[in-house]
């Protein structure tokens, strides 16, 4: 028996006790006896959902049962940035820690880490599940303590009383691209969540359901194919399935629900290989694969010593440059050392990062300063973004080095008013850049290089380009609809109809811990922020 008809049997096998029909509401039938905590939540992560092909269908009419469990019955948030960078396990990270990945340190899919000479890479079956040792905070799964939580498919899952893997069959049908019974299969999972929770005698305090489809499909197929389109069409109805089977068990009107995502996507058909324009362009010898983990510390040292760059692509669009200038990697370099990085095909007079900035598929390059500074150029121009700790928490500052403003802000008046050398606080960055071509990059670029595993230069790509791999589609740059994302709440005493302007999704775990009435419970020290209060005040939307 081939491979193929192998992993069929088992995918028929492991489906047969849910019946012939997947795509129909999963039954939730709760016994008399059940506990349903106060306001439970329920978050429908979409990963790759994009604004710009979401927002059409949305005004379409095409995605019906959003539009009438989400978007009518609670706020918008209007405004939505993602973490940098755009990438789904930096994010996923950021989502259940309230942390930017610069201080988590899941910096994306794939990440180099200096100190320990490990070069991670979680885009295999055995260890795309090793995220949750890879990174020490407290997550909102342990943060809720002795509540009931469950996952569906996330690999972030510590602390979850239950996850839901899906091996047998989500597994099987995704590798063999059987994207809809991969979406059929998350809205199913809520039968065995209410099963659970029947043997228990407690309806978990927090689910945390996740489609992978959109980003399957907008590496694969890119995001303007039809297909991509019709992933989003399925996960409506899946969200439909799921919140009428809430609505017929009773539980719907005394659940939070919230949709989010972790980034957009962009088309990419053209492509640039920067680890081979390293090693084959400029001759610096370069790692970019996978190595370390379980290879004793010796033989590391000596694999990473052959290289003095590596390498690391995410998302396609976003590619992290670790230099080697002394004789160990541990030792970081300084601004000095990587500008003067010697390079034999750099020429004469030329900076590594300035020659960087030329490329056609470049969009930005990213240089940190010292631990308070990064740099950013574009081909036509530098600037440098400071940051410092004023009376309310720290504050940024973004000047233009030379040439044209290389973030684009000096064209919008409300960025451009604060570039007058004063520094401001983040949420004033993030609502005067939400109209720019690059929203919330003051701050989110300095927080993200605080670590080492982001690398001393990133590299962002232009509109349409990719960093490396042959996909149609990709993410990890800076593009505005790669940083702005859907994001919806609606639920018991959030306001129907309405909207509020500017928020990050590294708020979800801190306001979701507020929501559930566990405000307490939310760690110190948090890069996010509870919004909770701002959504049950927001304001009824615009009429279109």
């Given at each position: 028996?081939?491979?193929?008809?192998?992993?069929?049997?088992?995918?028929?096998?492991?489906?047969?006790?849910?019946?012939?029909?997947?795509?129909?509401?999963?039954r939730?039938c709760?016994?008399?006896?059940?506990?349903?905590?106060?306001?439970?939540?329920?978050?429908?992560w979409?990963?790759?959902?994009?604004?710009?092909?979401?927002?059409?269908?949305?005004?379409?009419?095409?995605?019906?049962?959003?539009r009438?469990?989400?978007?009518d019955?609670?706020?918008?948030?209007?405004?939505?940035?993602?973490?940098?960078?755009?990438?789904?396990?930096?994010?996923?990270?950021?989502?259940?820690?309230?942390?930017?990945?610069?201080?988590?340190?899941?910096?994306?899919?794939?990440?180099?880490?200096?100190?320990?000479?490990?070069?991670?890479?979680?885009?295999?079956?055995?260890?795309?599940?090793?995220?949750?040792?890879?990174?020490?905070a407290?997550?909102?799964?342990?943060?809720?303590?002795?509540d009931?939580?469950?996952?569906?498919?996330?690999?972030?899952?510590?602390?979850?009383?239950?996850?839901?893997?899906?091996?047998?069959?989500?597994?099987?049908?995704?590798?063999?691209?059987?994207?809809?019974?991969?979406?059929?299969?998350?809205?199913?999972?809520?039968?065995?969540?209410?099963?659970?929770?029947?043997?228990?005698?407690?309806?978990?305090?927090?689910?945390?359901a996740?489609?992978?489809?959109?980003?399957?499909?907008?590496?694969?197929?890119g995001?303007?194919?039809?297909?991509?389109?019709?992933?989003?069409?399925?996960i409506?109805?899946?969200?439909?399935?799921?919140?009428?089977?809430?609505?017929?068990?009773?539980?719907?009107?005394?659940?939070?629900?919230?949709?989010?995502?972790?980034?957009?996507?962009?088309?990419?058909?053209?492509?640039?290989?920067?680890?081979?324009?390293?090693?084959?362009?400029?001759?610096?010898?370069?790692?970019?694969?996978?190595?370390?983990?379980?290879?004793?510390?010796?033989?590391?040292?000596?694999?990473?010593n052959?290289?003095?760059?590596?390498?690391?692509?995410g998302g396609?669009?976003?590619?992290?440059?670790?230099?080697?200038?002394?004789?160990?990697?541990w030792?970081?370099?300084?601004?000095?050392?990587?500008?003067?990085?010697?390079?034999?095909?750099?020429?004469?007079g030329?900076?590594?990062?300035?020659?960087?900035a030329?490329?056609?598929?470049?969009?930005?390059?990213?240089?940190?300063?010292?631990?308070?500074?990064?740099?950013?150029r574009?081909?036509?121009?530098?600037?440098?973004?400071?940051r410092?700790?004023g009376?309310?928490?720290?504050?940024?500052?973004?000047?233009?080095?030379?040439?044209?403003?290389?973030?684009?802000?000096?064209?919008h008046?409300?960025?451009?008013?604060?570039?007058?050398?004063?520094?401001?606080?983040?949420?004033?960055?993030?609502?005067?850049?939400?109209?720019?071509?690059?929203?919330?990059?003051?701050?989110?670029?300095?927080?993200?290089?605080?670590?080492?595993?982001?690398?001393?230069?990133?590299?962002?790509?232009?509109?349409?380009?990719?960093?490396?791999?042959?996909?149609?589609?990709?993410?990890?740059g800076?593009?505005?609809?790669?940083?702005?994302?859907?994001?919806v709440?609606?639920?018991?005493?959030?306001?129907?109809?309405?909207?509020?302007?500017?928020?990050?999704?590294?708020?979800?775990?801190?306001?979701?811990?507020?929501?559930?009435?566990?405000?307490?419970?939310?760690?110190?020290?948090?890069?996010?922020?509870?919004?909770?209060?701002?959504?049950?005040?927001?304001?009824a939307?615009?009429?279109?």
């Amino acid at each position: 028996m081939g491979l193929r008809r192998i992993a069929c049997w088992l995918l028929l096998v492991s489906l047969a006790p849910a019946g012939c029909a997947l795509d129909v509401p999963p039954r939730i039938c709760l016994s008399p006896g059940v506990v349903v905590p106060d306001r439970p939540v329920v978050v429908f992560w979409v990963d790759g959902l994009d604004v710009e092909r979401f927002n059409p269908l949305l005004a379409a009419g095409k995605l019906p049962n959003i539009r009438r469990y989400l978007i009518d019955r609670g706020v918008t948030v209007c405004g939505a940035a993602a973490s940098l960078p755009t990438i789904t396990y930096a994010n996923n990270v950021s989502f259940n820690t309230g942390l930017f990945p610069g201080h988590h340190g899941i910096v994306g899919n794939r990440w180099f880490d200096r100190n320990r000479l490990i070069f991670q890479d979680y885009g295999f079956i055995k260890t795309y599940r090793q995220v949750d040792g890879d990174f020490a905070a407290r997550t909102v799964y342990e943060a809720l303590g002795e509540d009931v939580t469950a996952t569906i498919l996330t690999p972030v899952r510590r602390g979850a009383t239950r996850h839901v893997d899906n091996w047998m069959s989500a597994g099987v049908a995704w590798y063999f691209d059987m994207q809809e019974t991969v979406n059929h299969l998350t809205t199913r999972r809520f039968e065995l969540i209410a099963e659970v929770a029947n043997r228990a005698g407690r309806w978990p305090r927090l689910i945390l359901a996740y489609f992978v489809t959109p980003d399957t499909v907008g590496h694969a197929e890119g995001v303007s194919s039809p297909r991509y389109t019709q992933m989003l069409l399925d996960i409506d109805r899946q969200i439909g399935h799921i919140c009428r089977s809430l609505e017929t068990a009773g539980l719907l009107e005394r659940t939070c629900l919230t949709l989010v995502s972790d980034h957009g996507f962009v088309d990419t058909p053209n492509a640039f290989d920067v680890a081979g324009y390293f090693a084959q362009t400029l001759k610096v010898p370069t790692i970019s694969r996978e190595f370390g983990r379980d290879v004793a510390f010796e033989k590391r040292v000596a694999h990473f010593n052959k290289a003095r760059a590596v390498v690391v692509n995410g998302g396609n669009r976003r590619t992290s440059i670790h230099l080697r200038c002394g004789d160990h990697w541990w030792q970081r370099p300084t601004y000095e050392q990587i500008e003067s990085f010697p390079a034999p095909g750099v020429g004469e007079g030329v900076s590594l990062p300035s020659l960087l900035a030329r490329c056609a598929a470049v969009e930005l390059v990213a240089v940190r300063r010292g631990p308070d500074a990064v740099v950013v150029r574009a081909a036509a121009g530098a600037g440098q973004i400071d940051r410092t700790v004023g009376d309310g928490g720290k504050v940024y500052r973004y000047r233009v080095l030379s040439g044209a403003d290389p973030l684009g802000y000096m064209g919008h008046p409300q960025a451009a008013a604060l570039m007058d050398g004063q520094f401001h606080d983040g949420d004033e960055w993030l609502m005067a850049t939400l109209g720019t071509g690059k929203p919330d990059c003051v701050g989110q670029l300095v927080e993200m290089m605080d670590s080492p595993r982001s690398g001393d230069i990133a590299l962002f790509a232009a509109d349409g380009w990719g960093l490396g791999g042959k996909d149609k589609g990709g993410h990890g740059g800076l593009l505005c609809h790669e940083i702005v994302v859907p994001w919806v709440w609606a639920g018991p005493g959030l306001p129907a109809g309405t909207q509020i302007t500017g928020a990050r999704t590294v708020d979800l775990m801190p306001t979701i811990l507020h929501l559930t009435g566990r405000p307490g419970a939310i760690p110190p020290g948090l890069d996010g922020r509870s919004i909770a209060d701002r959504l049950r005040s927001a304001t009824a939307r615009p009429r279109p």
